[in-house]
């Protein structure tokens, strides 16, 4: 009997954010200082016009450094909106101090009032992941959808952020998942460009 990749994903969903539970705070504030280093290197490397990133949860490895170098070095800085299932996010202009509102998913987004920009390079949440660039995130495939719309357009460069707790051999794939470019952790920039 096969077991259907729904499935099998849910459990290394559910395996994966069980080990970044078990993570100490120590962990997520040295990766966050990395993220940062790192991730204003990525911006300035493919001199990126507008960058996204996410709000994170607790055990999320956390963002705010990021966002901060990012806007400081004169970035645009853009965090996703939920607008609808089966739609992919919109992104807002969202700088350090700017006001939030909770969202669909009760994550803190921008205003409706703030610009709407594509971004070219996006650092995604995930749940786990593998070296081939496949991620398995929350399951509503926001992540899919919002890639597949942007990079239609041109250059979307997708950079999964997670510990390396998450890592996975082998992700299954389902035709409709999109890969990431890179999957940044707090020990390795891994390229997932390759064939």
């Known amino acids: 009997m096969t077991?259907?990749?729904a499935a099998v994903k849910a459990d290394l969903r559910r395996a994966a954010l069980a080990r970044r539970r078990a993570l100490g705070g120590?962990?997520?504030?040295?990766?966050?200082?990395?993220?940062?280093?790192?991730?204003?290197?990525?911006?300035?490397?493919?001199?990126?016009?507008?960058?996204s990133a996410f709000h994170s949860f607790p055990d999320e490895p956390d963002t705010a450094p990021l966002?901060?170098?990012?806007?400081?070095?004169?970035?645009?800085?853009?965090?996703?909106?939920?607008v609808a299932p089966g739609e992919p996010l919109v992104f807002r202009l969202w700088r350090p101090g700017d006001p939030t509102r909770p969202g669909r998913m009760n994550i803190p987004e921008?205003?409706?009032?703030?610009?709407?920009y594509?971004?070219?390079?996006?650092?995604?949440?995930?749940?786990?992941?593998?070296?081939r660039g496949h991620r398995i995130g929350f399951?509503?495939?926001?992540?899919?959808?919002?890639?597949?719309?942007l990079r239609a357009k041109g250059r979307a460069i997708a950079?999964?952020?997670?510990?390396?707790?998450?890592?996975?051999?082998?992700?299954?794939?389902?035709?409709?998942?999109?890969?990431l470019d890179?999957?940044?952790?707090?020990?390795?920039?891994?390229?997932?460009?390759?064939?």
């Open 3 to 5: 077991t259907a990749p």
């Open 26 to 51: 120590a962990a997520r504030t040295a990766f966050s200082a990395r993220l940062a280093d790192e991730g204003l290197r990525l911006a300035k490397r493919y001199a990126a016009r507008a960058v």
């Open 67 to 82: 966002l901060a170098a990012l806007a400081e070095a004169g970035f645009i800085t853009l965090l996703p909106i939920t």
């Open 110 to 116: 921008p205003l409706p009032s703030a610009p709407a």
């Open 118 to 131: 594509d971004p070219d390079l996006l650092f995604a949440p995930l749940a786990c992941f593998d070296r």
């Open 139 to 149: 399951g509503a495939g926001y992540y899919d959808l919002t890639l597949r719309a």
């Open 159 to 179: 950079v999964g952020v997670a510990y390396s707790v998450a890592e996975c051999a082998d992700l299954p794939d389902e035709p409709h998942d999109e890969r």
């Open 182 to 195: 890179y999957v940044l952790t707090e020990s390795e920039l891994i390229d997932c460009r390759g064939p």
